[in-house]
């Protein structure tokens, strides 16, 4: 099974511009793959990054600079006529762990998928040769409809590490809560701490 | 075990005030308990609603006005003395699935724990006599802090639906993509639907 990677090199994460610099962001997005990249190898496969233009991973990298969609779908009709099955796991699940992958990647089903909060789809893995993915609006549902349109069985991951894709500045409230590694790490170093008020739990940047 | 289900009785869902009405909260909550009994049930045990004060559930209520701290507490601490295991399911589980709740109460742990997204604890099993719980704040981390300090084994449940408490808006979404119950089709039948703007689903009242 290959397991593909997208990784959006240029600008990534526009959604944290309001808590961090356009370098922080680039450098927290980077480590963010390597803490997907360390999560699929423990799993014991080896990652592929799909990125938009050149990037340093230490992993092998492909360059595509069309939309996610497009390029996820020429990964797939190559793999489909080689008879292999693809994994698409997102770059910025800095929660996932080799477990939550592992329940992922080992069903038997033609398509595993773990929605996303919010109703996109942050991993899944692809073994009918005519499900093709559709990353635009409501994924999640969207994915569901194309398998059922071509006849594949489904099975839904029911994760939360792997439901939050870290997008917005709530979500660094799981990193800081749930995750250990590079990104874990990365915030810290740059200030961010748990900070509690009466309803729920956020961050604040010292 | 025995299977608790804490509900706040009165102005329940204050967060979800600037979508519903304080009658349609009380409606809605009614919904999420319902499919939160439903599930459970169709685990094979039986729920216990423990509510700030009487309510008509379709279950055994026992009546306890003190704080949500306190009153699992006196329960945990009665079912200590029985050496008896405890789950305490929150009553706004409106995802929740008798496949995910059994995932929680299928473990060996001392302490069984399905962290909310943003700190919370929203589901838990409790099989060792010292353990208490404390809602307030980060409940996760102090929860795994607590286990620690009593010598109690923690086993954490990774589930999106688990980890998915109903309380904003934005939570609405994934009733709506995920949950197929009584909250599902209250909050249908309130004129709420999917809508998609370029970077996360949200929903629309109608």
Known sequence: MRVVVPYA????KTRLADVLSPDERSAFADAMLADVRDAVRAT???PEVLATAPVDADAPVT???RALTDAVNAVLADAASANEAVAVVM???ALATPDALSRLFETDADLAIAPGRGGGTNALVVRHPEFRV?????SFLDHLEIARSVGAEV???DSHRLATDVDERADLTEVLIHADGASFEWLQSAGFALASDESRVG???E
């Open 134 to 138: 559709d990353y635009h609006g409501t």
């Open 91 to 93: 770059a910025d699940l």
């Open 63 to 65: 360059v595509d600079d």
């Open 155 to 157: 099975e839904v991951v």
């Open 203 to 205: 961050v604040v940047r």
């Open 44 to 46: 014991g496969r080896e």
């Open 9 to 12: 090199a240029s600008e990534p």
